[in-house]
């Protein structure tokens, strides 16, 4: 079994910062790509950053110069810094992870519950 469990999320005001951490726990033998994503109620899940185990990493434009996504592979935890944050990042935050597990080759996706980020102005 394989568990994403995200934290950091909640309550700031416009301009202000959260950082979001996402530890992936269970029978992992590797993890290959990390990222963030977020969901407005009525919308399609869109990608926010996503970081490769090399350490390759993409943003959104719409983050970009605000956010810094990283990762820590020792503890299977990837972060999300946000600053600047504005009302429209409001919204419910997703870690998603490529995780290849003890007895397997091939890597799957695993999603977290999602956390609340709010921001006001």
């Known amino acids: 079994q394989v568990q994403l469990v995200e934290s950091g999320g909640g309550l700031v005001q416009a301009g202000g910062s959260l950082r979001l951490s996402c530890a992936a726990s269970?029978?992992?033998?590797?993890?290959?790509?990390m990222g963030w994503y977020r969901q407005a109620s009525g919308k399609q899940r869109e990608l926010v950053a996503v970081?490769?185990?090399?350490?390759?990493?993409n943003y959104a434009d719409s983050v970009k110069g605000r956010f810094a996504i990283s990762r820590d592979n020792a503890k299977n935890t990837v972060y999300l810094q946000m600053n600047s944050l504005k009302p429209e990042d409001t919204v419910v935050y997703y870690c998603?992870?490529?995780?290849?597990?003890?007895?397997?080759?091939?890597?799957?996706?695993?999603w977290g519950r999602g956390t609340q980020v709010t921001v006001s102005s």
């Open positions: 998603q992870a490529d995780i290849v597990r003890f007895g397997g080759w091939r890597g799957n996706d695993y």
């Open positions: 269970g029978s992992i033998n590797y993890i290959n790509a």
């Open positions: 970081i490769s185990r090399g350490g390759t990493i």
